[in-house]
Every structure is written in C-alpha cells, then in structure tokens.
C-alpha cells in the first residue's frame, strides 16, 4: 500500500495525530489556532499534489475542531490524547472558548449534482447536528431553493426586458433571505468551518459553478471554507471552462485568501 494512501477512518486519524505519522502536526495545529482567530469570512486552499495526503489532513483537522466542542466525557479518550499532541491544556481551553460547527463536502462525489448550493446544503443536512440545527437547516435550504429557481435562464424573449428586472428583484430578495437563514445555521461565539475536498478533480463547469456560487451567496463573516485541492490542477480545470488563454492563477486569488501548501508527508512511523 501506498505509505500516502491511509484511509481516514477515525482510529487512523487519531493514531497519526498521536504518533506525528505524517509529520505535519505543527502545520494542524496552525492551522486550527488560524481558524480560532479569524473574526471575518475566510476562503483558505490546502495545496498538494493529487495522492499527497490532503483529504486525510483536514479530517485530522475537523475531528480535532469537533472534539473542542463535545464535553470530556462524551469524547474518544483516543482523540483527548492526541489532541494533547497539538496542545498543552491551557491552549485546548481556549480553544474551547469558540463553539465550532464543522461540515465536509466531497466536491467530486456530487459534480453531476445541478447546482452547488443546493448540494452543499444536501450534505449540511447530513451532519449528525442537533435538533434545533436541523429545523434551522430546512429555512437555509428553502432559500437557497428560492435562489436557485431565480437564477434559472431566461425564457419567452419577447418578455425579456421586463424578466430581467423582476429577475434581478427577485435574486436580491433570495439572497437576503439566505443570507439571513444562514447566519442563525452559524454557532453563536462561533465558526461555522466547511472543508471542500476534490474541487480539482470536479468537471470544469461545476467547479467554476462551485466557487462563484461560494463567493457570491455564502457571504457571512463567521462562515469559513477549506478547500483541499491541487491549484495546478484547478488552474487547468479554469483554462478548460473559460480558454487556454485565461488566466487561472488570477481568477483563482479571487476565491482563495490564504494558501496553505502541505509539506510532504513524513510517514517513517507506521501505523
């Protein structure tokens, strides 16, 4: 088996954090004291070559971030200990002093979904949050619905003037409404952290989709994206949708605020 190539069951991932398998402890736990600080909306891109260990990571990172908000008793004994891998306890609480609400979505698992935002919000509804989380998560997913059905192509021409304003009206209204359900989907003293995996690998038309309808809908100043993705790779994708003459590195420093690149992994310890 490829020493890259760990699948991310949660023993396995609780086991390289304890043991430092990969070698990239220190870079985790900046990563997570990164995300404990932000006070405004994120976009940050874990760069690594396709096989270089990228999923794995961030679901060593949304376990740690989980565990931070599940009282002692009810956590894996394996996950205290490796988080004291990370972090001394001083650090851990406070750490626990923010409520984080993690989600993950595989990007390439749902590129034949028609729209991005209904599948995120999809994957949302599959997270084990809550009842009250739930009932907040049908308002989010009902206006983004309503986004959707208003950002549909154009139909019968010779109305075209007056759809385009009524249109233009109705998106304005679709979004506030979404904006406003999403914040209450948001922890209070807290970040709400979604890790898209796979983008680079999704068809050209939907990742395109992806990241636009991330820009422009999901707007609020305690949500954060990860993205884990090979920016050569989504630099292709981008030339593929738009032209070989486009400039990929650009349009993408539009989406992404931070890039993280992962070190090669150093797996001299097995599992």
């Known amino acids: 088996m490829n020493k890259y190539d760990i699948d991310p069951t949660q023993q396995n991932l609780i086991n390289s954090i304890q043991k430092d398998i990969t070698g990239r402890n220190m870079v985790l736990g900046n990563l997570l004291r990164l995300l404990n600080r932000l006070e405004d909306s994120y976009s940050i891109a874990i760069n690594g070559s396709w096989g270089s260990g990228k999923t794995f990571f961030v679901k060593q990172c949304q376990l740690i971030l989980d565990s931070l908000t599940i009282e002692s008793n009810n956590i894996d004994n394996g996950v205290i200990i490796a988080r004291s891998q990370l972090f001394k306890d001083k650090e851990v609480k406070e750490l626990q002093g923010k409520i984080f609400r993690t989600a993950y979505y595989d990007a390439w698992t749902h590129d034949n979904d028609e729209d991005p935002i209904i599948s995120i919000l999809n994957c949302l509804a599959t997270v084990h949050w809550n009842n009250e989380v739930k009932e907040t998560l049908i308002k989010v997913i009902d206006a983004g619905i309503s986004i959707v059905n208003t950002t549909t192509s154009l139909e019968l021409p010779k109305l075209k003037n007056f759809l385009q304003n009524s249109k233009k009206q109705n998106i304005e209204k679709a979004k506030k409404q979404f904006t406003q359900a999403l914040a209450k989907l948001v ?81 001299s310890t097995p599992i």
């Open 187 to 267: 922890p209070e003293k807290g970040q709400l952290i979604i890790f898209i995996d796979e983008l680079d690998r999704c068809k050209p038309t939907y990742a395109v989709k992806l990241l636009e309808r991330i820009k422009h809908y999901f707007t609020n100043s305690k949500i954060t994206f990860v993205f884990s993705v090979d920016l050569s790779q989504l630099q292709n994708t981008i030339k593929r949708y738009y032209g070989s003459q486009f400039d990929g590195i650009q349009y993408l420093d539009r989406f992404f605020d931070l890039v993280i690149t992962l070190p090669a992994p150093n797996m």
